[in-house]
Structure formats: structure tokens, C-alpha cells
């Protein structure tokens, strides 16, 4: 059998994948406004103090690696990115850990499907991309997840902060008030926040290194909150008291939105993937009917054209329901 149309089949699989995660990513705009805030936050930054505190905390964090993180590393791409995706899920979780699960993952995967009668070089190469997959989108599940209560818990550590403002207390002590006082993640974050300070790092500079970690735009607008007070004066239990208002009401718009799209989501979710339900059950109830998807040109060109027709919809739907605040 001719290895180009197995090789045309799968680069088909990609550009339809490439075209759903381009969809469901959503737009620029966090990027772009994180860009922003983070220009403004390092105006009030001293340079040569955060670099020797970063410098320091680096250096302690290498020697916690093992070798096979160093190991998993080289392997990977882009190491320090993923490894910060794996902070943001609050799990205990390393680089080996996850190279390990991939690497498993995408070997049962490939003998499952050799021994149910797909080319050996399909198989591995699906099993490749499922165990790249799938790990990828449990990480990205446990980090919204993980966001999503640290966004509904915040507006209260906030409010946590304006008492005890009011009541007189120094910014640094509220601080470690809410890291107590909060539940988690946001009393971890805090917490982190804290421990930093302890160790020489000024309260921006833990701030801004929390911030680049969640990545969430409410966090960003607390950290500027205070860098503007500094710099401006006034009152800051008053500020941050209306960010907290503020951080609600774009909560409370948030669930609106979801509600008034879940039903265009749904329908979404529906269509995109019942051919490939049906495909599935047909491909275990008959396999030698929906074979030749894998040995006849002819049918793969078609499936081929089927799934970028497939996923142009999906793209479509997606941006459709997708708002921004």
C-alpha cells in the first residue's frame, strides 16, 4: 500500500484539528490586554532587585528538577511554558510525570488500534497525536477549571482587603489575612504572594510574578489597581472596594452570556461530532465496511475534503458564540 495517501490523510486530520483548537482558543484579545498591563505594571518594578530575586528562586527551583525533568526537557517542546501550564493546575505535577502519561497514552492507543486492524504506521501516528492531545487538554481543563473558582472567590479576598484596610491595617498585613482567611486557590495564590515578600521580593514584584502565572484578567486589574493608587494617592479601600463591584458585575455578565449561548453551543457540540460518533460505532460494529477509508485513495480524499468542510463549520459556529468582556 502506497504510504502518500496515509501521509495526506493525516495531515488532513491536522488541518481539521488546527482549525476546532483555533476556534475554541478564542481571539487575541487577553493576550493583547495582558501585553498591555504587564508594560504598565514594570514602570513600577525596580529591575535590578527583581532580576537578583528571580535569579536566586531560579537557581532553587533547577536543583529541585530530577533527571528526568531535565530529561523530559530536551524532549518536549517549549519546556517552560508547559511547565508553567502545570503550576496553573495547582497539581504537584512535573515535566517526567507528563512525558510519561503522553508516551503511554499514544502506546496503547497504537497497539489498540493495530490490533484492530489498522495499519501499524496509521495507528502510531494516531496514537502520537492522541497522547499529545489528551494530556494537553486535561492540563487546559484543570487550569480553567482551577480559574474559574479562583475568578468567583477573588471580588471576596477583596473585600477581605477593604476591611481591613478601613480598620487600619498595613497592605502587607491584608495580605496575609486573605491568605489565611480565603479558601483556596485564592488563599493559595495569596499565600505564594506572601511567602515571596518573606524571602526580599517588594510587593509588586510577587504580585506581577502571581499575575504572569494566572494569566486572568481580574488579577491583572487588582495588581493595577494598586501600582495607580501608589502612584497617584487616594483612598484605596474606596478603590478597591468599586473594583470589587466591578469584578462582580463582569461576573454576573459572564453567566449571562454562557446562559444566552449554551443552547448555539450545544447544538455546536452536537453537529461536530456525531460523524464521528457514527464512524466510531460503524468501525466497531463492521470493520471491513468502513475500511477502506484506509486503503482506498478515493475514499480518503473524499473523508479528506469532508473534514475541512467540517471543521470551516465548527470554526464558523464557534466564532459565532463566542463573546468577549
Same mark, same amino acid.
Given at each position: ?61 533547577? *536543583? ?61 501516528? &494516531?496514537?502520537?497525536? &492522541? ?7 486535561? &492540563?487546559?481543563?484543570?487550569?480553567? !477549571? ?16 477593604? !476591611? ?16 489565611? $482567611? ?6 493559595? $495564590? ?18 506581577? =510574578? ?20 501608589? $502612584?497617584? =494617592? ?15 458585575? !463582569? ?6 452570556? *454562557? ?39 478515493r475514499l480518503m480524499i473524499t473523508g479528506l475534503g469532508g473534514l475541512v468542510w467540517m471543521g470551516i463549520g465548527v470554526f464558523i459556529m464557534a466564532k459565532m458564540v463566542n463573546f468577549e468582556i
Amino acid at each position: 500500500m502506497s504510504i502518500l495517501p496515509l501521509i495526506i490523510f493525516f495531515l488532513g486530520m491536522l488541518g481539521f484539528l488546527a482549525l476546532v483548537y483555533l476556534a475554541f482558543a478564542g481571539p487575541n484579545v487577553q493576550k493583547a490586554q495582558a501585553k498591555r498591563l504587564g508594560a504598565l505594571r514594570r514602570r513600577h518594578s525596580a529591575s535590578t532587585s527583581q532580576i537578583a530575586a528571580e535569579t536566586q528562586l531560579n537557581r532553587i527551583l533547577a *536543583k529541585r528538577n530530577t533527571k528526568m525533568d531535565n530529561l523530559a526537557g530536551r524532549f518536549l517542546p517549549r519546556p517552560e511554558m508547559l511547565r508553567t501550564r502545570l503550576e496553573q493546575t495547582g497539581m504537584s505535577w512535573t515535566l517526567s510525570q507528563y512525558m510519561m502519561v503522553s508516551v503511554a497514552i499514544s502506546i496503547l492507543i497504537g497497539v489498540f488500534l493495530f490490533f484492530k486492524g489498522m495499519p501499524i504506521l496509521l495507528g502510531l501516528l &494516531v496514537g502520537s497525536f &492522541v497522547g499529545l492531545a489528551v494530556p494537553h487538554m486535561i &492540563v487546559g481543563f484543570l487550569i480553567k !477549571r482551577r480559574v474559574n473558582k479562583f475568578t468567583v472567590k477573588f471580588p471576596d479576598a477583596i473585600e477581605l482587603l477593604v !476591611r481591613g484596610l478601613r480598620s487600619g491595617l498595613p497592605i502587607s498585613e491584608t495580605l496575609s489575612v486573605v491568605a489565611t $482567611e480565603v479558601p483556596d486557590p485564592v488563599g493559595a $495564590e495569596f499565600t505564594g504572594v506572601v511567602d515571596k515578600m518573606k524571602i526580599g521580593k517588594t510587593m509588586d514584584e510577587a504580585l506581577e =510574578g502571581t499575575a504572569k502565572r494566572l494569566g486572568t484578567p481580574e488579577f491583572n486589574f487588582f495588581c493595577i489597581t494598586l501600582a495607580i493608587q501608589r $502612584e497617584t =494617592g487616594g483612598n484605596l479601600a474606596e478603590t478597591l472596594s468599586n473594583l470589587a463591584n466591578v469584578l462582580r458585575q !463582569r461576573s454576573q455578565m459572564k453567566l449571562k452570556i *454562557k446562559a444566552m449561548s449554551a443552547e448555539s453551543k450545544a447544538s455546536a457540540y452536537i453537529v461536530g461530532s456525531l460523524p464521528f460518533i457514527v464512524f466510531a460505532m460503524i468501525m466497531t460494529i463492521n470493520p471491513g465496511y468502513m475500511g477502506g477509508f484506509f486503503v482506498d485513495e478515493r475514499l480518503m480524499i473524499t473523508g479528506l475534503g469532508g473534514l475541512v468542510w467540517m471543521g470551516i463549520g465548527v470554526f464558523i459556529m464557534a466564532k459565532m458564540v463566542n463573546f468577549e468582556i
